[in-house]
């Protein structure tokens, strides 16, 4: 017998804006102006976030913080194609991702404060916790996506991962499940080219990451990361496909971190700056802010007063962050179980009558009051 | 000798054990051009090239099952989990395979491999990377685990441990990679796997510990001195085995025995110690054995990790009820 070919494979990718904010007019958007504008001003909020943020952190003001510069398109974009009811799952560069889903910038300065107040979603919101093992949300987003099938609900599960959590065993067991038991999930490949130090070239032999889908049974897109109306259209089909029943995505969404790994990272020690400034070039806010200049629906005037608002509204979140205080040492202690067990409680009184004797020493501590439940 | 940090320590120990043994290699995330994110690997991929010093996909458990075979297949591998809190997702291969493999093949095949990992918190680090999880690992047959305290036991304990012709575990504290410093011989030498330091002499109470907390005890024994009691500190150095002789001559000398740690206490490697010197020591002790660690909570967010990972003011507190037991 001869070799013949028992399965192909090809990988799309999509793109529509060029890097002049040109729209390809062959593939139509279903986007309206106003959801428009609202990724636009949301993405430049959350690039003076960042850029807030940095500073807070070499001030001594923040923990070490991740940024999302250039990652702006693949971050916010993908949060406004889902419900609240859905499921959304990032990973630890997740802010740009629950800002969008409507959770205050004050609460991702305090979780990067080290502050366990800092996980609070908007009521109604289903978020899932920051996920800082990499990958490890991964099975975990298709049992979400399980139990919403399994419920008969229509909502789906939407994970980001990125490029570097691709090698990681969870990625390939999530995509076998979400495969075999054809789940309404949509994993958000955001290859961003660089896990810390190691270049995607060197993550992986395979020539995309989209591809790696079809050997699960699963459809593979790969999407130009930096093109807000290609994110939107992608997440879009894929939201609406897994509604229907039709099966999970996987999106592999190119696009670049233009900072460092984290305020801990020095970049400059790995990569080229010839790279970052080519890449510059495709900068997702540029390109989404020349298409609406194009289209007559944002000028100067306006950009200069979307600055103007945002830093106000940034310096008011920062002034809300640094407003909460320390935190009571208790609320280590609430909602560990159900019902807290005897070792807990005789371990919080410990901590209690520590924390009162310190008092009388030589802290000078008022308290604020214990959140959460116990026992 | 040279004064050395705990990072160039273990730098420095790494580099001389691939200088004299072409199969000693080092893989891990972003252990090469970017020299380790503690900087612990700096140099070694300019110096041994990219077979030896190896950048690797991300993917923890295949780093450790990877270097199951390199080591089987006759490398020395070095590998390095990054943060302690990756370390779970290795424990499929560390529980069922590296310490098994030796017996499994009536001693046919040897897993002589280590696996380098930084180790506990106090250093303002974001989730999940200011843990302390030796206990699932001392409590896996098959496996040796040290952790050293002093710039010139890492030195010693590394290449000790590649080395050793089983699998050994090496916590990094990190609280200690900069703030610990000391003279370190400049010549390879091995600090012994299995043998204890005596930090302080003292004849009241024996606190036991390792890693970071060995100094939070030398800092305890200190405030216990100006109240007049003598501290005797012992810096444990190995966890599996433990020095059972030198943990017994202690608990024997004085007849009070602290264990100082940063894990839960529940289940943790204090607990075992406690257990041994209870077993062993009964009627030379005048107090009950005691564990100071962390609560039996996951650790909190690091706003509150100076609450929750004991310091040298528990310790002292724990002491004096000992002492007035």
Redesign the interface.
């Given at each position: 017998m001869p070799l013949s070919t028992i399965s192909e494979s090809k990988t799309q990718r999509l793109e529509i804006l060029g890097p002049d904010g040109k729209a390809d007019p062959s593939i139509p958007v279903d986007i309206s102006e106003s959801e428009l504008l609202d990724i636009y001003r949301k993405m430049v909020e959350m690039r003076l976030f960042d850029e807030r943020a940095i500073k807070l952190q070499r001030q001594g003001r923040l923990?070490?913080y991740p940024q999302i510069l250039g990652q702006e398109a693949s971050q916010i974009v993908p949060p406004l194609c889902l419900k609240p009811s859905d499921w959304m799952v990032p990973t630890?560069r997740g802010q740009g991702a629950y800002y969008a889903r409507g959770m205050q910038l004050r609460y991702s300065l305090l979780?990067?404060?080290?502050?366990?107040r800092?996980v609070h979603f908007p009521e109604g919101n289903k978020d899932m916790i920051?996920s800082?093992?990499?990958?490890?949300h991964l099975t975990q987003a298709a049992g979400l996506a399980w139990a919403a099938k399994l419920k008969k609900e229509d909502s789906i599960a939407l994970a980001y991962v990125g490029d570097?959590?691709t090698?990681?065993?969870d990625f390939h067991e999530a995509l076998t499940f979400a495969g075999q038991f054809r789940l309404p999930v949509i994993y958000l490949i955001e290859n961003n080219h660089w896990?810390?130090?190691?270049p995607r070239k060197?993550?992986?032999a395979s020539t995309t990451l989209a591809e790696k889908a079809s050997g699960y049974g699963i459809f593979g897109l790969q999407v130009d990361g930096n093109d807000a109306l290609a994110v939107y259209q992608a997440v879009g089909s894929a939201v609406a496909r897994a509604r229907l029943g039709l099966g999970p995505s996987v999106l592999e969404c190119e696009t670049y971190r233009l900072g460092h790994h984290t305020t801990?990272?020095d970049a400059t020690?790995?990569r080229s700056a010839q790279e970052v400034e080519a890449w510059k070039k495709k900068d997702p806010i540029t390109r989404l802010r020349k298409y609406l200049e194009s289209r007559k629906l944002w000028n100067a005037q306006e950009e200069s007063k979307l600055k103007t608002e945002s830093e106000a509204m940034i310096q008011a979140e920062i002034d809300a962050y640094e407003s909460f205080g320390?935190?009571n040492?208790l609320?280590?202690?609430s909602d560990?179980y159900a019902s807290a067990p005897w070792?807990?409680i005789e371990?919080?009184a410990q901590?209690e009558k520590?924390?009162k004797a310190?008092k009388s020493q030589h802290e000078a501590l008022e308290l604020p009051p214990v959140e959460g439940r116990f026992p | 000798m040279s004064e050395l940090n705990l990072v160039q320590a273990v730098n420095q120990g790494l580099r001389q054990a691939m200088e004299s043994d072409k199969r000693v290699m080092v893989l891990g995330?972003?252990v090469?051009?970017?020299?380790g994110?503690f900087r612990v690997t700096e140099g070694l991929f300019k110096r041994f090239g990219p077979d030896r010093v190896v950048?690797?996909?991300?993917?923890?458990?295949?780093i450790v099952g990877t270097s199951v075979g390199l080591a089987m297949g006759g490398m020395r591998p070095v590998c390095e989990i990054q943060f302690d809190?990756?370390l779970p997702?290795t424990l499929d291969q560390v529980i069922c395979h590296i310490g098994r493999i030796r017996n499994r093949s009536r001693g046919k095949y040897t897993v002589p491999m280590v696996l380098r990992s930084p180790h506990g918190g106090l250093i303002?680090?974001?989730?999940?990377?200011s843990e302390s999880p030796e206990a699932y690992l001392c409590h896996t047959p098959g496996i040796k685990v040290v952790c050293p305290s002093t710039p010139q036991d890492a030195k010693g304990l590394i290449i000790a441990a590649i080395n050793d012709p089983d699998p050994v575990v090496y916590f990094e504290p990190k609280a200690l990679y900069r703030a610990a410093k000391g003279e370190v011989p400049d010549q390879p030498y091995e600090t012994p796997i299995g043998k204890a330091r005596l930090a302080r002499e003292g004849t009241d109470i024996s606190l036991i510990s390792w890693g970071a907390m060995v100094h939070s005890c030398l800092k305890a024994a200190n405030i216990l001195n100006e109240e007049g009691i003598s501290a005797e500190v012992l810096d444990l150095r190995t966890l599996t085995p433990l020095d059972i002789a030198a943990i017994l001559a202690t608990a024997e000398k004085t007849g009070r025995a602290l264990i100082a740690h940063e894990a839960p206490n529940?289940g943790s490697w204090a607990a075992e110690i406690s257990a041994l010197i209870s077993e062993r020591a009964l009627l030379k002790l005048q107090a009950p054995v005691r564990r100071v660690g962390s609560?039996?909570?996951?650790m909190?967010?690091?706003?509150?990790?100076k609450?929750?990972i004991p310091d040298a003011?528990?310790i002292v507190?724990a002491a004096q009820e000992t002492l007035s037991f």
């Open positions: 923990g070490t630890y979780y990067w404060a080290g502050d366990d800092g920051f800082i093992p990499v990958g490890t570097g959590s090698s990681k065993g896990a810390i130090s190691v060197k993550q992986s801990a990272d020690r790995y320390a935190p040492p609320n280590m202690f560990n070792h807990l371990q919080r901590l520590l924390l310190r | 995330e972003d090469g051009i970017n020299g994110v950048d690797t996909p991300l993917a923890e458990l295949g809190g990756f997702a303002h680090a974001p989730e999940h990377h529940t609560w039996d909570i996951r909190p967010l690091f706003r509150l990790e609450y929750y003011g528990r507190k």
